[in-house]
């Protein structure tokens, strides 16, 4: 009788002879990538929009580059604070560094207000109504990379020490005397990308040490505990180098948040993935005396259902490509394509390592056969002790599932369903700033500005209209507006008059949800007035912090709208093309969905009541759902693998459910406390958006591991009866 392909492939990657070839290529094409690839972390990180061109906020920035110069690139704002006022003598210090500046400019340096030919009393009038505050800007080319601008901003502190004779960018805000911070679009990529440069490593250490932790927790096997991080690292070693060539090669935009996540992904996913094949090949011990032919047997009984819970996850992660969101859309690359080479390595280099190492992989609980256990007692002048049966715990579990299966369909339901209304209530933010320790020198800058000038000053809005060659001022019009608190002075544009500009202050902060609502009403109002002067079909476009917002806004609720259904589907089919079961597959689909929405709304209860988050950030749902829905049904896919097999072997529906259950319960619930403490890790970073997002994924996985794969999942097959097979005739029977 002819082996099954996949008991070949194990007989492959981890034969007598082939093992050692299968580590050796491994470690020779981690060594070689190395030395000829980038690694992703050196790549520079995307620098851009975020959002289409299509969008007005984009279009106003890149009309405002070419009609008004003195304002265009991106810019960089020092923000200079006295609590007791700022002295004539700081001003003609800042007139003094402005000097410098346009004598000798920093690279990429576009251009700078002309503070030193301004008398000093002009500069005064600048000043924060207390007089305890000035922002000075200055701008840089867009091509500039964040290398070239952290360079810039130390030559800055270099300057300012030289002209002010001491470094107030260190000073602390709570103290006396002057004070400077970098802030504005420049000083929060820079603060941003070294907050995830620190995070890389942080999360690699924390992550591997919680994986060791909670793996010597369960398994008592110090061994066995370091073999998964072994094969995810060895992985991990070859995806970054491919990664950083796609990204030296502009095949893809390296994105410092994406590969921080990916991180966290790999090593929770790949050792999931890991624990499937080794549980399986520790039972199978049990019985089989040859540990080559149980690591075969182990790999036909898994790879198949570890291929598809890698293919789901792959191909969700992959849906993000389908975003207008350039952050949604940079994940797609690393994450789909880390976890399809980390799945590939659990399915050739760990059986390599454990044809290595054997039955010593468990030690100091080494699984023997019966007749082994007995002779190796002997030799230790012990008694025999008769082994207790397997998965006892889950089988008890399982058992209940299946004779109350109304019960556990009510109780559970109520459970995620009154956790899901709960996300009803959520609030969200879209700006990135909010997301930022409070003391990092960016959100301190933001924060001096917020309290010593008007709400609108802020981020003002850019009117941006075209009078096509009439006479037109919409400036006393505006005013009228209720939102609206301060107009400034109408321009005209460098090379096209009809181009004009209206900078606008609206009466609230403008990163607040209500002052998008306003820019949104802000679009119907303008259009009205530019039809009483006879202009119906006029051309303008708003710009500014809070229109880039609002089409933020609008594009990610887009992307939810595209990208959710298409992966349900896409996933769905999947599922359907492994399982042949309509009913099963559609209730897997329909139990993970609702699993996401409660681990949403129990996520925003931490978050807002237990932390004291204000909002949520507005990429969390997708993010989440993303996971969620993929990491959800790798579980369900390995335990409804065990439900089918059993069917196949004749076994009865329910005692094929609760044996189901039984073997897959303990290695699917250490797998779950495993993925939802890699993504926890997240929760202990100073990034208010990555801290979110690890809570809210981490109760998704939690949930879906407690309540959902042991208890809902298997209790609605009981309930469906032989229809959760349809229309598979085999398991029908």
């Known amino acids: 009788m002819s082996k099954h392909p996949l008991e070949k492939w194990g007989t492959v990657m981890g034969g007598k002879k082939t093992r050692w070839v299968v580590l050796a290529l491994w470690i020779m094409f981690a060594v070689v990538f190395a030395l000829i690839f980038p690694q992703i972390n050196s790549v520079e990180n995307f620098v851009g929009d975020e959002i289409p061109d299509t969008y007005t906020s984009i279009q106003a920035g890149k009309i405002m580059e070419e009609e008004f110069s003195s304002d265009s690139g991106i810019p960089l704002l020092i923000t200079w604070y006295n609590e007791s006022g700022l002295t004539e003598e700081d001003l003609t210090n800042i007139q003094g560094l402005y000097k410098q500046l346009a004598d000798d400019p920093l690279d990429g340096q576009e251009t700078i207000p002309p503070f030193h030919e301004l008398p000093v009393s002009a500069l005064m009038g600048s000043l924060s109504e207390n007089g305890a505050a000035l922002v000075t800007p200055v701008f840089f080319s867009t091509d500039k990379n964040s290398d070239v601008l952290k360079e810039n901003l130390a030559i800055i502190k270099e300057r300012t020490e030289s002209q002010f004779g001491e470094n107030p960018y260190d000073n602390n805000l709570e103290d006396e005397g002057l004070h400077a911070r970098f802030s504005g679009p420049v000083g929060i990529s820079i603060d941003a990308t070294d907050l995830f440069k620190a995070a890389d490593v942080q999360l690699m250490v924390a992550t591997v040490v919680i994986i060791l932790v909670i793996l010597l927790v369960i398994y008592r096997s110090p061994i066995l505990a370091i073999i998964p991080l072994i094969v995810v690292g060895i992985a991990y070693l070859v995806v970054s180098p491919l990664l950083g060539v796609m990204a030296e090669n502009g095949w893809i935009d390296k994105d410092a948040q994406a590969v921080a996540i990916m991180i966290v992904l790999l090593f929770g996913a790949g050792t999931d993935y890991c624990l499937f094949l080794i549980t399986r090949y520790r039972d199978i011990l049990l019985t089989e005396d040859n540990k080559f032919t149980a690591l075969a047997s182990a790999v036909r009984e898994s790879t198949g259902a570890i291929v598809m819970s890698g293919l789901t996850v792959v191909i969700g992660l992959a ?383 939690l949930l879906d591991t407690f309540v959902v794969r042991p208890l809902l999942v298997p209790a609605l097959i009981t309930v469906f009866g032989k229809w959760s097979y349809w229309p598979n005739k085999k398991l029908e029977k």
Request: zero cysteines.
């Open 319 to 701: 849906t993000l490509a389908l975003a207008d969101y350039g952050a949604f859309q940079r994940f797609a690359v690393p994450f789909s394509f880390g976890v399809l080479i980390t799945g590939f390595a659990v399915v050739t280099l760990l059986p390599a390592i454990l044809g290595i190492l054997g039955r010593a992989a468990f030690w100091p609980f080494v699984p023997r056969t019966e007749e082994a256990e007995k002779a190796h007692a002997k030799k230790k002048n012990k008694p025999y002790k008769q082994r207790k049966p397997n998965h006892r715990y889950m089988r008890k579990i399982g058992e209940f599932v299946t004779s109350k299966p109304w019960l556990v369909i009510i109780v559970a339901g109520v459970i995620l369903i009154g956790l899901a209304f709960a996300s009803t209530n959520i609030k969200y933010n879209y700006d990135l700033i909010s997301s930022f320790p409070e003391d990092m020198p960016s959100r301190e800058g933001f924060t001096i500005i917020e309290e010593n000038f008007t709400p609108g000053e802020l981020a003002p809005v850019q009117l941006l209209v075209d009078s096509e060659g009439t006479d037109l001022n919409i400036t006393e019009q505006l005013l009228r507006l209720p939102y609206v608190g301060v107009v400034k002075e109408m321009r005209k544009g460098e090379t096209n008059n009809n181009i004009q500009l209206y900078e606008i202050d609206l009466d609230k902060n403008p990163y607040s949800n209500e002052a998008m609502d306003d820019v949104e009403q802000m679009k119907d109002d303008v259009k009205e007035i530019l039809a009483d002067k006879n202009l119906e079909d006029g051309k303008f476009w708003i710009g500014g912090e809070t229109s880039s917002q609002l089409d933020t806004k609008v594009v990610q609720s887009g992307d939810e709208k595209i990208i959710q259904p298409v992966m349900i589907i896409i996933i769905f089919v999947v599922l359907l093309a492994y399982l042949r079961a309509l009913i099963t597959s559609v209730q897997l689909m329909v139990t993970v969905v609702i699993s996401f929405f409660a681990a949403l709304g129990a996520g925003w209860l931490i978050i807002h009541y237990g932390l004291g988050h204000e909002a949520m950030a507005s990429s969390i749902p997708l993010y989440s759902f993303v996971f969620i829905i993929a990491l959800g049904n790798d579980y369900n896919i390995f335990m409804i693998s065990d439900i089918w097999k059993n069917r196949k072997r004749g076994i009865a529906h329910r005692e094929a459910i609760s044996n189901g259950i039984a073997s897959t319960g303990a290695v699917i619930t250490s797998a779950g406390l495993i993925l939802a403490g890699t993504f926890l890790v997240l929760a202990t970073l100073p990034i208010q958006l990555l801290v979110q997002f690890g809570i809210v994924t981490a109760v998704g996985v």
